[in-house]
């Protein structure tokens, strides 16, 4: 069955430290995968997507992922968090079809 | 830029009533969406459509219906609504091919009391 996972409900993180955010799935080809974020209040924003090529994908905000085909993770990083980053995050891959299938987000809060 | 646009931020309806939400769009995408988003559940599609008058089931299809007269509208009804149809409903669109992003709206908070 397909299916995604995103094992951190809630990740606490200082201003101006690192950050990853992990998204794994179940499928058994490599599917299309995105990573949106939710300002409190706000639509999903696209950060980055990945289709093929290279492994390692950039996004806006200074975020990047890496496809690991081996762990079929596609796991968010970011080398400095900024205040404005504290929102949610989805993991979304496409299964070959007209949907998204949606993780069930992880909420990331910045402190001073 | 892409315009996804809801037809209410704020909802508050009453057990058994109708309620229609509205979803309008900008850029000529084939693909419209409906999800509602609940804490600790992500978004769950309710259903979807590729094109006018056509319309396909998403996960969680019961309770609620669509309508697609045009290319750029796209309405979610709930026949009569329920207290455990409370929650956030978020409308999207995109393109027809799988690679392309969705773009979506602000999203309507629905209060069924």
């Known amino acids: 069955a397909q299916s995604v996972t995103q094992p951190d409900i809630h990740i606490t993180v200082s201003e101006g430290a690192s950050l990853e955010l992990r998204c794994n799935y179940s499928?058994?080809?490599?599917?299309?995968l995105f990573w949106y974020v939710q300002s409190p209040g706000q639509g999903l924003q696209l950060l980055l997507k990945y289709f093929s090529g290279d492994t390692l994908v950039q996004g806006i905000k200074g975020f990047e992922a890496e496809f690991k085909r081996s762990q079929s993770s596609f796991n968010l990083r970011k080398p400095s968090v900024h205040w404005s980053d504290a929102a949610e995050y989805f993991c979304a891959p496409n299964f070959g079809n007209e949907k998204l299938t949606f993780g069930t987000g992880t909420r990331l809060t910045i402190i001073p | 830029d892409v315009k996804v646009t809801q037809s209410s931020r704020y909802l508050v309806k009453r057990t058994g009533e109708k309620v229609f939400l509205e979803c309008v769009q900008d850029m000529d995408h084939e693909n419209m969406f409906w999800y509602r988003q609940d804490p600790g559940l992500g978004l769950r599609l309710i259903y979807f459509?590729?094109?006018?008058?056509?319309?396909e089931k998403g996960d969680i299809p019961e309770g609620y219906s669509v309508s697609r007269e045009k290319k750029e509208r796209f309405s979610l009804i709930l026949e009569s609504a329920s207290t455990n149809q409370t929650s956030m409903y978020l409308c999207?669109?995109?393109?027809?091919?799988?690679?392309?992003?969705?773009?979506f709206g602000p999203g309507t908070r629905l209060t069924v009391l």
């Open positions: 499928y058994g080809a490599t599917p299309y």
């Open positions: 459509s590729y094109d006018v008058k056509m319309k």
């Open positions: 999207a669109s995109s393109f027809l091919e799988l690679f392309n992003e969705q773009f």
